[in-house]
């Protein structure tokens, strides 16, 4: 009698655990997915590379795009991988066709090479982008 009770126990815990994935395994899915008419950002490039570069000298670069897909791009956050870059971006949605921009400000009075990424979180086709710039700032002549 006992390992029919136990039987009984494990066939609605398989049960309930069937149930479970059936219903948040298929929410999960849409949540994640991204719909066929998603915009798409397609940027000039991934890398900008600053070369050589004076102390002090201008850090801004701008990284170009353009939305080649079917609907909207909102873009919803910019992160760097550190303090010594600072992002700027349109937060209007940009259509289908339209272009934008993401500028970006690398700190140069920080003297040697750095290479840094910059991630772009949008509603896009591709939800997470990464970007990079990268250079040597070098100290100044004594």
């Not at 609605?12 to 950002?41: C, E, M, P, R």
């Not at 760097?80 to 066709?97: D, E, H, M, R």
């Amino acid at each position: 009698m006992k390992q029919k009770i136990n039987h009984l126990k494990n066939s609605k815990i398989k049960w309930l655990f069937i149930a479970f994935l059936a219903i948040y395994g298929t929410n999960y899915a849409q949540d994640t997915s991204v719909s066929k008419n998603a915009g798409v950002l397609s940027f000039d490039t991934s890398e900008i590379d600053y070369g050589t570069i004076n102390q002090n000298a201008d850090g801004e670069r701008t990284f170009k795009f353009t939305n080649t897909g079917d609907a909207p791009i909102v873009i919803t956050q910019v992160q760097t991988s550190c303090g010594c870059t600072v992002p700027s971006y349109s937060k209007t949605p940009i259509l289908s066709g339209e272009s934008s921009e993401i500028k970006v400000k690398y700190a140069t009075n920080r003297i040697g090479a750095f290479k840094k990424t910059i991630t772009v979180i949008s509603n896009a086709s591709e939800p997470t982008k990464i970007l990079y710039i990268k250079g040597t700032v070098l100290s100044p002549a004594n």
